[in-house]
């Protein structure tokens, strides 16, 4: 691009909220929250992301003629493959073993959240050099590093196209997603499962909640500093058993929720006037995301009626159009929750491991389309041929 730069910054701290978020939004109202001045810099203000963590910022900004960013993405020089969700651990080891070295890698990623969203955020979407300008950029910071690779994770389907245009090998993946077909309430959503279906989730919710449980939607000023500590709490006991060592510390939901607290959504039980477990979720322009569920005590189904039932509720009643629960879990099938195909972009600058890696993706994209086909089969919505009956 005539007259344009791009810059790398070692902190969100280098550059205006206004300008990023300028970039962030793309024209919208307002950013997504994950990829946000707000949410990045909480990040690496309170120290889940840097150098000791294995997440080093390397921010690339495209500055215009003027100075102006037109275009900006978040981007780290990572030593490993955690809090990717997108698992590449599998290249690593077979190009280690051949004599190479994988790390370090540069990653542009939201850390430790598995949702898809913009990651080349362009200022003015229709702007047909800005994503070719910062691939480029994102080639020449992977040399400068000596990384080996550069990775565009949970990337939007147009930003997956424009960077294969660009030499990035293309993979795919999925998620289960809830889609809000205009439901007035859940009733009108269960109305449109198969009749076993149906029962078996009215049951579940009925379950749930039959030891006296109460359930509180927090979000804005409903946010306190004893309902962060209740959560943190359930946070770091499900995140210990899950991944040994939780990605985030007590004082990141704080930070957050200063600046974020009207796109947060903290589901919260009670029991006997107590917390006892949790679910965080963000809210966007149209989706609730999903992002960290904890308990202190065991009930059946409290998980499923928490995360699942109630984010639908939520989501009706928010007029959102869908629902991520996170990644991974055919359990979520049961409940209303579809395969989504994710994406993601991989430039690997090694030869060799370029054409081993490309001829494994081109046979899993194949495996992930033909195994969403049979799952959304197997969904619990009734054909339309089918007799209801309670």
């Known amino acids: 691009m005539p007259d344009a730069r791009i810059r790398i910054l070692p902190s969100l701290s280098q550059i205006p909220a206004a300008q990023w978020d300028a970039c962030a939004a793309g024209g919208a109202a307002r950013a997504e929250p994950f990829v946000s001045h707000a949410f990045l810099s909480a990040l690496e203000e309170t120290g889940c992301v840097c150098a000791?963590?294995?997440?080093?910022?390397q921010h690339l900004v495209l500055d215009g003629p003027d100075g102006v960013p037109l275009a900006v993405a978040p981007a780290y020089l990572k030593g490993h493959s955690r809090g990717e969700y997108v698992f590449d651990q599998g290249w690593a080891d077979a190009f280690h073993r051949s004599g190479g070295q994988y790390y370090p890698k540069i990653q542009v990623a939201v850390p430790f959240t598995p949702v898809t969203g913009r990651r080349l955020l362009l200022r003015d979407p229709g702007d047909a050099m800005a994503r070719p300008a910062l691939a480029a950029g994102l080639k020449e910071l992977a040399r400068l590093r000596e990384a080996s690779s550069a990775h565009v994770t949970f990337a939007t389907e147009g930003e997956w196209e424009s960077l294969a245009a660009q030499g990035f090998l293309q993979r795919t993946d999925r998620q289960f997603h809830w889609t809000n077909a205009g439901y007035g309430s859940y009733d009108d959503?269960?109305?449109?499962?198969?009749?076993?279906?149906?029962?078996?989730?009215?049951?579940?919710?009925?379950?749930?909640?039959?030891?006296?449980?109460?359930?509180?939607?927090?979000?804005?000023?409903?946010?306190?500093?004893?309902?962060?500590d209740a959560f943190f709490a359930f946070y770091m006991d499900t995140g210990a058993r899950k991944w040994g060592s939780p990605y985030l510390n007590r004082a990141f939901f704080t930070r957050a929720a200063e600046q974020l607290a009207d796109q947060i959504l903290l589901v919260m039980v009670k029991r006997a006037g107590h917390y006892i477990a949790g679910a965080l979720n963000f809210i966007g322009a149209d989706t609730l995301y999903g992002r960290y569920w904890g308990a202190i005590e065991e009930h059946p189904f409290l998980h499923?009626?928490?995360?699942?039932?109630?984010?639908?509720?939520?989501a009706i009643a928010r007029g959102l159009k869908v629902v991520e629960a996170g990644a991974q879990g055919e359990h979520k099938l049961a409940r209303g929750y579809l395969p989504t195909t994710t994406y993601s972009a991989h430039y690997i600058a090694h030869p060799g491991l370029r054409a081993a890696v490309a001829q494994y993706l081109e046979h899993e994209r194949t495996v992930v389309a033909e195994d969403a086909a049979v799952l959304t089969d197997l969904g619990p919505f009734r054909r339309g041929d089918e007799i209801e009956q309670d």
Not at 52 to 57: E, M, N, R, S, V
Not at 203 to 217: C, D, F, H, P, Y
Not at 304 to 314: G, K, L, P
């Open 304 to 314: 499923f009626e928490v995360c699942y039932h109630q984010a639908i509720d939520f």
């Open 52 to 57: 000791k963590t294995g997440w080093l910022p």
């Open 189 to 228: 959503f269960l109305g449109a499962l198969a009749s076993r279906k149906r029962k078996a989730l009215k049951k579940e919710r009925r379950e749930a909640l039959a030891s006296g449980l109460t359930i509180e939607w927090l979000t804005g000023r409903d946010l306190t500093e004893a309902a962060w």
